[in-house]
């Protein structure tokens, strides 16, 4: 007879341990600073004694073992990351280029995994970097190539990302994928090639250039992206439409991707034991298949990179395949859980991607919600196939919303089509190709010429789904609770139908949907200067209207903050429309995200110096001056008349409130800034001030200093960057003045309001604070000084 304590303990390997497991990853990985590694072994032994034991207390211990998994393999990876002592210092590396290079036209960018041995750094020994090759000779680099063995000198720093609303976590990724540094070629010309290319990722490169050479046209990267997970070649406008369309799950290596393969090797390892009877005396039939089916999933997993969806669907497909072989019967929401226990034991950090929660959280919503098929026949499957579109997309919004601040209202309908023609014809003819030609060069061009003719059949109507200005909604970053109140509002509107009051879940929905702006009020003013490393971007708020002043740096082919901070950045905060823009001046830090921003948020009025090489559609003239929401706003300089001499002629904007005022100099110097102090002195007064040209030797004057009087001193810069800036001689000028100086290299985005309330600063590393940020890991605090009280 069973003891009543055996009985009330959960299987370890079923959906409340895969919960409880979860959740102690989660839980870790949320904390702002992770525990000491004594704590976490102890917590970790802990964990196990409680699990090993048939107790109610064992989901506590399946807990104690994911945070303290969790911790372990985190604090090890970043412990990884390159020291202090080689920052910014030149180093020569050997090593392997491991997965596909990205080629620019300036600049490729290819992971390198350095060699393990006494020649190499010790702290870079066997680890993983980020590199990137500058250079305008294209020959030299034509032979970075996947799996090929190189010698560089290199210059390194440790992982560091930009910080704002709405933005990426570089930082976390670097995390996640274990990225010991990032850095760049230094002295190409030394560069030497070790041996040629080799390994699983040569062969997809090689598979990827005959893909290009059968299919001339553009549907040719989509083949490429859907036979060998290569999206190296999908540029910003194929990810816009993908996104919009709802279709990036598809255009990715997918479970179904490896179901196939899974279900070709099994039927293949089938029809061989058919062939040949006597092989029945070895092995029954039924294992050969499934072994089949285990060996094409995890090879076919392997050669398109190991992404979280592929390793999911093989890992249930091996736990399918093992039940059967043990003649065990297993329920689908257990062979999940194994799977999902089997990828966090294998790799705690995973849960740091969007794929992981995505590819889990669609197949256990469909596992709840349609349990098993309640029609046959051809209209039962086109039921049974609408209803899943429906709970995937109720489903995982709310976590579309959280993990990529937009939401898809075209993705239901462009799903229904996409889903069974791409899966169905395309991938398997771009994976029948794939197959043909590894047996011999040149077979495959029949099957991908095939694929790509498919493929363009519906991708034009996908298209125009795509580019209407419905299909994409932008949502503001919410708070915290909001995605728990959004899941639990899904769960309560998939319940049965009949249910008293399911259409009241809807109110749950809006914290994620309409989250608190924290808008000004009338007179009121709210900034923002957004983090885009070594430039200049931002957001100036009055209760109903918006400006611009400066749009970050770009360089061409390569980095456009524009891009990849402002208008994110913009999107997070929840900005509709700007109502007008300044280009302080045409250097390339402060104009080159023009393009960009103007592409998302076109700016009806755009104010710049005369003579600029970013022009404006009207010059900014000192004393031209409009008023939005009882807020004022006033240019001081350039005079009419003024030459344009670059940074002297950067636009100076005043904004005055009933509740103090800010001053923005763009990137003026000392002739400027005494010029200002000799002609409009009592304009300068100001509460808030972004200080002049990120802080430079040549600006900050102290009569300037002294004229603004600024409580609140902000600096736009990028962590170590090559001018070293902010000055440290100017940042005391202004502590010495009374001055709070923040920087966003140390604080990411910098956002201010001026208001009733008084002055008020939020810091956006600190606001949203977590265990792998860069700056707290420096020991570097945020501010460079404080006023005195």
């Not at 993983?128 to 970075?144: G, Q």
Request: overall charge positive; some cysteine.
């Amino acid at each position: 007879m069973r003891s009543l304590r055996g009985a009330s303990a959960p299987p370890l390997f079923g959906p409340a341990g895969a919960i409880a497991l979860l959740a102690g990853v989660g839980v870790c990985l949320l904390l702002p600073a992770f525990p000491p590694r004594w704590l976490l072994l102890a917590l970790f032994v802990s964990g196990v004694a409680l699990a090993w034991r048939k107790t109610a207390l064992r989901m506590l211990g399946v807990f104690l073992i994911g945070l303290a998994f969790a911790g372990l393999q985190a604090t090890a990876a970043l412990d990884a990351q390159l020291p202090e002592r080689l920052q910014g210092r030149p180093v020569t590396l050997s090593g392997q280029i491991r997965d596909l290079p990205v080629a620019e036209p300036t600049r490729p960018r290819f992971e390198f995994v350095v060699d393990d041995d006494a020649g190499q750094p010790e702290a870079l020994r066997g680890e993983i970097v980020r590199l990137s090759w500058y250079d305008d000779d294209p020959r030299p680099r034509a032979a970075l190539q996947a799996g090929s063995r190189w010698r560089f000198p290199v210059r390194l720093r440790a992982p560091r990302g930009l910080r704002n609303p709405g933005g990426s976590d570089a930082e976390k990724y670097a995390l996640a994928a274990r990225i010991a540094a990032t850095g760049h070629v230094v002295k190409p010309l030394r560069a030497r090639r070790l041996d040629g290319p080799s390994g699983i990722d040569a062969w997809r490169e090689r598979m990827s250039a005959r893909i290009a050479a059968a299919v001339s046209g553009e549907s040719s990267r989509y083949v490429r992206a859907l036979a060998l997970g290569d999206t190296r070649f999908l540029d910003q406008t194929d990810w816009t439409r993908l996104r919009a369309a709802g279709l990036t799950h598809l255009i990715a290596i997918s479970g179904f991707h490896v179901g196939l393969v899974a279900g070709f090797c099994a039927l293949l390892a089938a029809a061989l034991w058919w062939l040949f009877p006597a092989l029945c005396r070895w092995q029954p039939r039924q294992f050969a298949a499934g072994g089949g089916a285990i060996l094409g999933a995890f090879g076919y997993a392997l050669l398109t990179g190991m992404a979280v969806p592929t390793l999911r669907t093989a890992v249930m497909i091996a736990a399918l395949v093992a039940t059967r072989w043990l003649r065990r019967r297993q329920r689908l929401p257990d062979t999940l859980a194994l799977g999902c226990i089997v990828l966090l034991l294998l790799d705690p950090l995973a849960v740091l991607g969007a794929g992981f929660w995505l590819s889990f959280a669609g197949v256990a919503w469909l596992l709840w919600c349609l349990p098993e098929g309640d029609g046959a026949g051809l209209r039962g499957l086109l039921q049974g196939f609408v209803s899943a579109q429906a709970v995937a997309s109720l489903g995982l919004l709310p976590l579309c919303v959280v993990l990529f601040g937009q939401a898809s209202t075209a993705g239901p309908l462009a799903n229904l089509a996409a889903v069974p023609w791409w899966s169905l014809v395309v991938v398997p003819l771009s994976l029948l190709g794939g197959l043909a030609d590894s047996l011999h060069a040149g077979w495959g061009a029949w099957f991908w010429q095939a694929a790509a003719w498919c493929f363009d059949l519906l991708w034009p109507a996908l298209v125009r789904i795509a580019d209407s200005p419905l299909a994409m909604l932008w949502l503001p970053e919410p708070r915290w609770y909001a995605l728990p109140l959004a899941l639990l509002s899904a769960f309560w509107l998939l319940l049965p139908r009949g249910l008293p009051g399911r259409w009241l879940a809807l109110l749950l929905w809006l914290p994620l949907l309409h989250p608190p702006l924290e808008l000004p009020g009338p007179g009121e003013l709210d900034l923002t200067t957004i983090d885009v490393g070594q430039g200049l971007s931002v957001l100036v708020r009055t209760r109903n209207h918006a400006l611009l002043f400066d749009m970050g740096p770009a360089v061409p082919d390569g980095f456009d903050a524009g891009e990849r901070a402002v208008v994110p950045a913009l999107h997070g905060l929840g900005l509709r429309h700007l109502d007008a823009g300044i280009v302080s001046h045409g250097d390339m830090d402060h104009a080159g995200g023009r393009n960009a921003v103007a592409t998302e948020f076109p700016m009806p009025e755009v104010l710049a110096p005369a003579g600029s090489p970013s022009p404006g559609s009207r010059d900014c003239i000192a004393g031209q001056s409009w008023v939005w929401d009882d807020v004022r706003f006033t240019l001081l300089h350039p005079g009419k008349g003024f030459p344009y001499l670059g940074n002297e002629a950067s636009c100076v904007l005043h904004v005055e409130t009933a509740f103090g005022s800010v001053l923005l100099p763009g990137d003026i110097g000392g002739y400027a800034e005494r010029k200002l102090v000799h002609e409009r002195a009592s304009r300068l007064r100001s509460d808030v001030v972004l200080v002049p040209h990120h802080g430079s030797d040549g600006s900050s004057d102290p009569a300037f200093i002294a004229a603004v009087g600024a409580r609140l001193a902000l600096v736009s810069s990028g962590a170590d960057n090559r001018f070293r800036h902010p000055r440290p001689q100017v940042v005391r000028r202004w502590c010495d003045a009374g001055a709070e100086v923040l920087d966003t290299a140390r604080s990411g985005a910098l956002r201010v309001w001026l208001g009733r309330e008084g002055l008020r600063v939020r810091e956006y590393r600190s606001f949203r604070m977590r265990a792998w940020d860069a700056v707290r890991r420096r020991g570097q605090s945020a501010g460079l000084c404080y006023a005195p009280e």
